[in-house]
């Protein structure tokens, strides 16, 4: 393809109605993103915009969102300061992340050797450690009660919906009379649950429950909206960075005004797994996610579980 060809599409396009979808105004955000040098993108930014609504303020809150996910040093730029300030105040979703990729995020669109979807047992325990049966996590199990939080389940979930994947995820929270300790936090421990995803026959594959990161949940969440269902839409960066941290937030029970690093640092004490299971619920087609995390006090669990399909 040619340096011509590359070069996306001019914003003016958005005064064409078709082109004011949301998809479609995320897509040319990212391509001009990766199309367009700073001081090219520069005079999108040179008028500050009467309100955060409209495919033309979209556009370049989703910009900023795309830039910073790259490591672009837009701040030096009066210009984008002063929109991104603009959005802050006018209560765009998009102004409240970071401005520059967090360590956390390294993983956000990698593509490297080794770091693709997991999609078999044997995949998941070559890469992950497998935490061993405990009759005490068993025990935990069976006393654990459920706290039911609609609000916080679609927030949980909310990178697979929005990411248009064909099946309703499943999130739960549980709390505990006792603390559990890490080492007894396992399927164990999980498949005493009254959880959908892991009830009824259990095929060849079994239930295996490996030892995680927070890193790593995140960016499940981020890939799950970034790429979109099989039959869905890619959000692309920005709101699937937005989606990313809202789900982490509600997993760990987090206010929304919780500062990011604090949140980072919150994560790291939790005990995460990543699970599969070789039920009816989920489909093992075309992508599969189990994930699970017990916070510090070992009081409190959320298991997030999403699978799709193209049938």
Not at 199 to 218: I, K, Q, R, Y
């Amino acid at each position: 393809m040619s340096d011509d060809q590359m070069i996306p599409a001019d914003p003016a396009e958005l005064r064409k109605p078709a082109e004011c979808r949301p998809e479609r105004v995320r897509e040319l955000a990212a391509e001009l993103a990766a199309g367009r040098r700073l001081p090219e993108l520069e005079p999108l930014f040179a008028a500050l915009p009467h309100s955060a609504t409209g495919p033309e303020a979209e556009l370049r809150a989703c910009v900023l969102g795309e830039l910073s996910l790259r490591g672009v040093p837009w701040r030096q730029r009066p210009a984008l300061v002063a929109y991104a300030e603009r959005l802050r105040e006018a209560g765009h979703p998009l102004a409240r992340l970071p401005e520059t990729r967090l360590d956390v995020e390294h993983r956000f669109g990698a593509r490297a050797r080794g770091a693709g979807p997991v999609r078999s047992a044997g995949r998941l325990r070559a890469r992950f450690p497998e935490v061993p049966d405990s009759e005490r996590g068993a025990a935990a199990g069976r006393a654990a009660r459920e706290a039911p939080d609609a609000a916080r389940s679609r927030a949980a979930a909310g990178a697979f919906t929005a990411g248009g994947w064909a099946c309703a995820p499943e999130a739960r929270f549980f709390t505990l009379a006792q603390p559990l300790a890490a080492d007894d936090f396992g399927m164990s421990f999980l498949k005493e649950l009254p959880l959908d995803c892991l009830a009824g026959e259990v095929g060849p594959g079994g239930l295996p429950a490996c030892v995680t990161a927070a890193d790593d949940a995140l960016n499940e969440l981020y890939s799950a909206a970034a790429v979109g269902g099989v039959n869905g839409h890619p959000l692309h960066g920005a709101y699937a960075r937005l989606h990313a941290w809202q789900g982490l937030y509600a997993l760990l029970d987090l206010p929304a005004e919780t500062p990011f690093l604090e949140a980072v640092r919150y994560a790291a004490g939790c005990r995460w797994l990543r699970f599969m299971a070789f039920t009816r619920w989920f489909r093992h087609d075309t992508a599969d996610v189990g994930l699970a995390v017990l916070d510090p006090s070992g009081t409190r669990v959320s298991v997030l579980a999403a699978t799709d399909t193209d049938d």
